[in-house]
């Protein structure tokens, strides 16, 4: 009898609201206090988020092999964009080895007046990330070369980023070859083309509206700043130690390349990152070992000049370790929520506010941010609400890519505002600006979901469903 006691299997308890709640609280105050007063890494906070969730977990009858799959799970996910990230840290340091980053930020600083660098870099980020789809990239490249002109220009290190950062989301999401993009649509249900054009209602006044006040504070910084002894040092020093030429240009025009062709990301980087190594040799006389070093653990320049060396020092595959060990520590603690049931016991309570247009709106932007906060993900902060809420739009009569609209703009694009999420951390770690510094200039990422919500109140946007299949261009 009390051996068939031993062999039965005792089922998993469902957590309360409250119970559910507590890795959140715990999670918030760690990170709160932990890495924003006393600076501690967040990845040990988030070790020991994981850690109090998992023993949350057994409490609840899970066994470790369960929570092990959800953490596993949780990972595999996010292997993509760990192999864009490694991909990035490659074409960094190829990028600055062969010339093309430092040409960029010379003829940057000879030419963008710091009254209209924050419009520019907005801009020109924004641009970039509809031809190539990925923020990453646009941020790991031009966005490196641009935080370069802002540091020569005098111009402040948190505006610079916030342009930079808006742009390229801006961008990102506004374009057919984005993975988040591509994924918001098929979280709700919704077609591609529909879901960018039904965007755009939201996401250009927003960016407008960022634009505006770019203009506006850049208006600040005057002329005079151009020819800063600064400034004059820095390009001298590039000049004497860099070869340039239009040749240099060639691993960009590779990555708008493979873009526009709608090729794949990841050979595109290598082969841009393969082109970079080349045009080293010839127009840099770099050795093969100096730009295998490059790759591998960044670019490390000797100029005689701090600032310069401190500028274009950067880059490599080594560069993103910390960033990685972030995300798996992030995808840890998100998986062993996902797996519990933790999670879906939050979102099944704030589902039950959704029965008007308005609170579906609010539901569907907390729902999106809770989970962009618990994940750190940008795809899971879209297919879990997605998924979740998708049988209320349909009850509802509204289309589809209203939801796939405002998961992507309330959680993907969200994302890269918290300081622990994948994207905040990939972004501090190649900029050097931490996210709360950027944040507050973040101007697009933030008011999309503002436009969104009074859209929620007014109904004014809120597309109804008018076919079956949401998935066919014009729904």
Not at 300 to 317: K, P, W
């Amino acid at each position: 009898m009390n051996q068939q006691k031993k062999n039965i299997k005792r089922e998993p308890k469902k957590a309360s609201f409250g119970v559910a709640l507590l890795p959140l609280i715990a999670m918030g105050i760690l990170l709160g206090v932990g890495y924003g007063i006393y600076k501690i890494r967040p990845q040990v906070l988030l070790v020991a988020a994981a850690f109090i969730t998992g023993c949350l977990g057994f409490i609840l009858r899970w066994n470790w092999k369960d929570m092990e799959r959800g953490i596993v799970d949780s990972i595999h996910k996010a292997m993509p964009a760990i192999l864009i990230m490694l991909c990035v840290g490659i074409l960094i340091g190829a990028w600055i080895a062969s010339g093309t980053i430092p040409m960029v930020i010379y003829y940057g600083l000879k030419l963008i007046s710091p009254q209209y660098f924050l419009v520019t870099a907005c801009f020109v980020c924004s641009l970039t990330s509809i031809a190539t789809g990925t923020s990453w990239g646009t941020i790991g490249t031009l966005g490196v070369a641009f935080i370069g002109i802002a540091m020569g220009l005098g111009i402040p290190l948190g505006p610079a980023a916030g342009a930079i950062v808006a742009g390229a989301y801006f961008g990102d999401k506004m374009s057919p070859f984005s993975d988040v993009t591509n994924l918001a649509p098929v979280a709700a249900g919704s077609n591609l083309f529909d879901h960018i054009k039904h965007m755009m209602f939201s996401a250009t006044p927003a960016w407008l509206l960022g634009l505006l006040i770019y203009f506006l504070v850049g208006l600040q910084y005057g002329t005079e700043k151009v020819e800063s002894e600064s400034m004059t040092l820095i390009t001298q020093t590039l000049k004497e130690n860099f070869n340039f030429n239009i040749f240099l240009l060639l691993p960009m025009v590779v990555v708008f390349y493979f873009a526009a062709t709608k090729k794949p990301t990841i050979p595109g980087m290598l082969f841009s990152s393969f082109i970079a190594g080349i045009l080293a040799v010839v127009f840099q006389k770099a050795p093969v070992t100096e730009i295998a070093t490059a790759v591998n653990t960044g670019y490390q320049a000797h100029t005689g000049v701090e600032q310069v060396d401190q500028l274009i020092s950067r880059g490599g595959m080594m560069s993103m370790m910390e960033t990685l060990l972030v995300a798996f520590t992030a995808f840890s603690f998100g998986g062993i929520m996902q797996r519990t049931g933790l999670l879906s016991v939050i979102l099944d309570r704030v589902m039950k506010f959704a029965n008007k247009v308005w609170s579906i709106v609010l539901t569907t932007i907390s729902t999106s941010i809770v989970t962009a906060l618990v994940t750190g993900s940008s795809y899971l902060s879209m297919i879990i609400p997605g998924e979740l809420l998708s049988p209320i739009y349909k009850k509802e009569k509204l289309a589809a890519k209203n939801l796939s609209r405002i998961v992507e703009e309330s959680g993907a694009i969200m994302v890269p505002l918290i300081p622990w999420s994948m994207a905040g951390v990939y972004i501090t770690g190649t900029i050097g600006v931490s996210t709360f510094t950027y944040l507050p200039w973040a101007i697009m990422n933030y008011a999309s979901v503002i436009i969104l919500a009074l859209f929620g109140f007014t109904k004014i946007t809120m597309a109804p469903k008018i076919r079956e299949d949401e998935t066919q261009i014009g729904s």
